[in-house]
Structures are given as C-alpha cells and as structure tokens.
C-alpha cells in the first residue's frame, strides 16, 4: 500500500487548512486511516482516526472540536480539515493505514502503512 500525504504549508494562526491523504490498493473501503504529527524535539502524536465503518476517533485534548477527518472511497483519498489553527499545531502530519480490522485507533504502531509527511507550519 502506498501512501502519500499533501497540502501542508505555511499558514497563520487562526486559519484553516485541508490535507489529503491517497493511499493505493483495491481495498481503500476497507482501509482504517489516521493522522498522526511530529513537532520537532517531540514524540509522534495521534491526531485522528476513521475506520472503515466510519467511526471516527480524535485526539480530544489537542485538536477535537477544530479539526475534522472525512474520506472518499471514490477517489481513494482521506481528508483532514483543520480549523482555526494554533501555532503549536506546527508539524509534520503523517497519514497512515491499517489494512485489516482495526486493532487500536490511537497507537502508532499499530498502523501498517505510513506516508512520507507533509509540513505545516502555523505562524502567529
């Protein structure tokens, strides 16, 4: 399974930004996937999570209530809106596959399939 994020960039605090994840393979219905980031001198963080059956998952403390995680079954692509975006939201967001029944929304290693990251910076 190939991943691939897109749409980070340079944004001010207060906007919003929408990143999307495509991943390959005839079974993307039945991918879950999740958003994860990485500031830099930090640990990777669970942002958000849909499975297949789409019930969604967020990282309440950090970013429920702002962002919101959707997909397309069609188009084979997850999405990502986030709004009202704080400066400590700046990081590099990976996407990331599990192609099986989900065993844990929220852990990373529990993730099969892992997209190369796309930067977004939040400026204040």
């Known amino acids: 399974v190939h991943v691939e994020e897109s749409g980070g960039r340079l944004v001010q605090a207060g906007e919003s930004l929408r990143l999307s994840c495509a991943a390959s393979?005839?079974?993307?219905?039945?991918?879950?996937m999740g958003w994860f980031r990485q500031a830099p001198g930090k640990e990777r963080e669970f942002v958000a999570t849909?499975?297949?059956?789409?019930?969604?998952?967020y990282n309440e403390v950090s970013v429920k209530g702002r962002f919101t995680i959707s997909r397309d079954n069609a188009k084979s692509t997850m999405y990502l809106q986030m709004d009202n975006l704080r400066v400590e939201g700046t990081a590099v967001y990976y996407c990331?596959?599990?192609?099986?029944?989900?065993?844990?929304?929220?852990?990373?290693?529990?993730?099969?399939?892992w997209g190369q990251g796309t930067q977004v910076t939040v400026s204040s």
């Open positions: 849909i499975t297949y059956a789409n019930d969604r998952a």
């Open positions: 393979g005839p079974n993307f219905s039945g991918y879950t």
């Open positions: 990331a596959v599990q192609n099986r029944i989900p065993t844990s929304l929220r852990i990373a290693s529990h993730f099969d399939y």
